[in-house]
């Protein structure tokens, strides 16, 4: 089955640095698009990142522009976020997630991971 | 960017009863939108895409709609494992946006 999981959250300072890993199995992972999402602590979904099958293109929101990375590896099947100077805004739940279909992407995301706590404080 | 609203923000129902929640895009984003349930702890799970696609899996008492820029998702004879936050997302250009969530309570 498909499995999503995240790992490499966890308390930082604000200007720090994380890298949010997402080993995945139970697909083809070189064959879909995927994404990074949060969910800021009693708050709703924010889309926050998005690379295409091959890694040939990405597309963030503004908020992390300039300060995150998404990537992957085809040959580990294994998603990741570097994500530097981190601000207290930057608190969530990391998740990520599948996009739908194969190829380009549907920009709809069928299977979640179970998600990674960022906590960015002093 | 693409602003999403939703009515209500929170609706107490019944099991049986039928819930429609709405959601409009700020701008035309054709059918390109989907919906997600979220239970607490948990991740978000694909409803319906393109407006009005069933996900596999997902019961048949969930169904979408489309008008214009409007669209709407209802589930008819809930149960109880409906109760649960219901987010909109458009797919139809990046930045990729939610709705702020409805939240659907006993």
């Known amino acids: 089955q498909v499995q999503l999981v995240e790992s490499g959250g966890g308390v930082v300072r604000p200007g720090g640095s994380l890298r949010l890993s997402c080993a995945t199995s139970g697909f083809t992972f070189s064959h879909h698009a995927m994404y990074w999402v949060r969910q800021a602590p009693g708050k709703g979904l924010e889309w926050v990142a998005f690379?295409?099958?091959?890694?040939?293109?990405?597309n963030y929101v503004d908020s992390v522009k300039g300060r995150f990375t998404i990537s992957r590896d085809n040959s580990k099947n294994t998603l990741y976020l570097q994500m530097n100077s981190l601000r207290a805004e930057d608190t969530a739940i990391y998740y990520c997630a599948k996009d739908r279909d194969y190829g380009s992407g549907s920009y709809y995301t069928d299977f979640w991971g179970q998600g990674t706590q960022i906590t960015v404080s002093s | 960017d693409i602003q999403m609203t939703q009515s209500p923000s929170s609706v107490s129902a019944s099991v049986g009863d039928t819930v429609t929640i709405t959601c409009r895009a700020s701008q035309g984003i054709g059918t390109w939108l989907g919906w997600y349930q979220q239970k607490p702890g948990k991740a978000p799970k694909l409803l319906i895409y393109?407006?009005?696609s069933l996900q596999s899996g997902v019961p048949s008492r969930f169904s979408g709609s489309r008008s214009g820029t409007e669209f709407t998702l209802t589930i008819s004879s809930l149960q109880p494992e409906d109760f649960a936050t219901y987010y909109c997302?458009?797919?139809?250009?990046?930045?990729?946006?939610f709705g702020p969530g409805t939240k659907v309570d006993i």
């Open positions: 393109a407006a009005s």
């Open positions: 690379i295409h099958y091959e890694g040939s293109n990405e």
């Open positions: 997302q458009q797919a139809h250009t990046f930045p990729l946006t």
